[in-house]
């Protein structure tokens, strides 16, 4: 069973727009959750971080926002870029020990 | 440092063929974890290694699947037979377990295809 699900295949979005990707999970022991993007040909890489104790953590153009209650997830990205095409992988994880991968979702930033 | 580095990039076997999966985790760390990525399941867990030990092996589909890590800068996965539905890219990934949080290094991955 798919523990982590990220129903958006893909998606595109307006460069300079708002890109939001989400995620939901069914483990409410899932107290750590991170976002990698991942370009073709090459392996996953880590982008941001979320732990259960807050609701939003902030990089640079990258949010991530986290709604316990509703056991959802989600990336904001302002403005998009081209260079943000990619495939997102969210992740759930109970105290960092093993994480579980949702499908991805694919972003295309239309220029 | 070089990364997690897999290899082959790229594998084409027939069905019933051998495959052999090889990665060589990042100097120091202690957390060795092989995932497959499928359309279907996205990035699936297969089994993961603790300071060389096997911790959950529980992903592993099926027993013509097998994973081994003589020591702290080796692995492999080996596939026997092979099947055509095996066909997919396998990652390497591995992690200081004390930082785990911050998430694990990737490697490039081995896309396998079984014809």
């Known amino acids: 069973d798919q523990q982590v699900k990220q129903n958006s295949p893909s998606l595109s979005v307006q460069e300079g727009r708002i890109s939001i990707l989400n995620c939901d999970y069914t483990?409410?022991?899932?107290?750590?959750f991170l976002w990698y993007k991942k370009y073709p040909a090459e392996g996953p890489t880590f982008l941001i971080s979320?732990?259960?104790?807050?609701d939003k953590n902030e990089d640079g153009r990258f949010t991530v926002f986290l709604n316990k209650s509703a056991k959802h997830l989600s990336l904001h990205i302002v403005p998009s870029q081209p260079g943000d095409s990619a495939v997102y992988f969210c992740?759930?994880?109970?105290?960092?020990?093993?994480?579980?991968f949702g499908t991805g979702t694919s972003l295309t930033v239309i220029p | 440092d070089a990364g997690v580095i897999q290899s082959p990039r790229h594998e084409v076997t027939e069905m019933g063929q051998e495959v052999t999966l090889r990665c060589k985790p990042i100097s120091g760390h202690n957390s060795l974890f092989w995932y497959r990525q499928t359309m279907m399941r996205g990035l699936e867990l297969l089994i993961y290694f603790n300071n060389n030990v096997p911790i959950d092996d529980s992903g592993m589909p099926e027993d013509r699947f097998s994973a081994k890590m003589p020591n702290a800068s080796f692995s492999t996965l080996k596939i026997q037979p092979s099947e055509p539905r095996d066909s997919a890219v396998y990652f390497c990934?591995?992690?200081?377990?004390?930082?785990?949080?911050?998430?694990?290094?990737f490697g490039s991955g081995t896309r396998l295809t079984v014809v």
């Open positions: 990934a591995s992690s200081l377990a004390t930082s785990a949080n911050y998430g694990y290094t």
């Open positions: 483990n409410s022991m899932f107290d750590y």
């Open positions: 992740a759930a994880s109970i105290t960092g020990n093993q994480f579980y």
């Open positions: 979320i732990s259960s104790i807050k």
